[in-house]
């Protein structure tokens, strides 16, 4: 096999693997056994296995919200456009962790935590470098100081209600009064 060709089987099965069972419940020996190659050879191409969620994770976010940017109506009313950004990235960011981690793993490991951190942070980067390059953004002074402040603050309201909500419905509940109670005077604040 190329380089490429096993680096992509190794990403392919370890993301097959960690939504159909979690990121905990999944061993590299089950990912090298799905990959149909040697165990050292995925430590060839991921230094660990968190490592190798990360990447997955951060190809899959870069996806969603360059189809996100494009699929959300261009409003000239910019307070409406970015809410509906905010408001889509937040749920994405909610379902990647409750899709491929788990949030009982989250909730009870110590070790995810820096993990969860370090995503977050690239995850701040990569919306921060996707939001300036819309239209709402390129000619404002001071956009990257706002975007900032409003994905900081969005992002750690909706992982605050993630880790303290028991049932998908409270998660509900919380987007919709995150979405009508919180997020309006975020956006207000940022333009």
Same mark, same amino acid.
């Given at each position: 096999?190329?380089?490429?060709? %096993?680096?992509?089987? %190794?990403?392919?099965?370890? @993301?097959?693997?960690?939504? *159909?069972?979690?990121?905990?419940?999944?061993?590299? /020996?089950? $990912?090298?056994?799905?990959?149909? $190659?040697?165990?050292?050879?995925?430590?060839?191409?991921?230094?660990?296995?968190?490592?190798?969620?990360?990447? $997955?994770?951060?190809?899959?976010l870069?996806?969603?919200?360059?189809? =996100? =940017?494009?699929?959300? /109506?261009?409003?000239? /009313?910019?307070?409406?456009? %970015?809410?509906?950004?905010?408001? *889509?990235?937040?749920? &994405?960011?909610?379902?990647?962790?409750?899709?491929?981690?788990?949030?009982?793993? =989250?909730?009870?490991? #110590?070790?995810?935590?820096?993990? &969860?951190?370090?995503?977050?942070?690239?995850?701040?980067? +990569?919306?921060i470098?996707?939001?300036?390059?819309?239209?709402?953004?390129? @000619?404002?002074?001071?956009?990257?100081? *706002? +975007?900032?402040?409003?994905?900081?603050?969005?992002?750690?309201?909706?992982?605050?209600?993630?880790? #303290?909500?028991?049932?998908?419905?409270?998660?509900? *509940? /919380?987007?919709?009064?995150?979405h009508?109670? =919180? &997020?309006?005077?975020?956006?207000?604040?940022? $333009?």
């Amino acid at each position: 096999m190329e380089t490429d060709k %096993i680096r992509e089987e %190794i990403i392919r099965s370890a @993301q097959d693997l960690f939504r *159909k069972y979690g990121y905990h419940k999944t061993s590299v /020996n089950e $990912i090298a056994k799905r990959a149909k $190659i040697a165990k050292a050879t995925i430590y060839k191409y991921f230094e660990s296995k968190e490592v190798l969620l990360h990447t $997955i994770l951060m190809d899959y976010l870069r996806i969603s919200v360059n189809e =996100i =940017i494009e699929n959300t /109506n261009e409003e000239t /009313n910019k307070s409406a456009y %970015i809410s509906n950004l905010i408001l *889509k990235t937040s749920r &994405l960011s909610y379902a990647v962790c409750n899709e491929f981690i788990g949030w009982d793993f =989250i909730r009870e490991n #110590t070790n995810s935590q820096e993990f &969860l951190k370090t995503l977050s942070d690239d995850l701040e980067k +990569l919306l921060i470098g996707s939001f300036l390059e819309t239209h709402m953004f390129q @000619q404002e002074e001071n956009s990257i100081e *706002k +975007l900032n402040f409003l994905i900081k603050a969005s992002k750690s309201i909706v992982f605050s209600f993630a880790f #303290t909500s028991v049932s998908d419905s409270d998660v509900r *509940k /919380n987007f919709v009064s995150f979405h009508k109670e =919180i &997020l309006p005077y975020l956006v207000k604040a940022a $333009i």
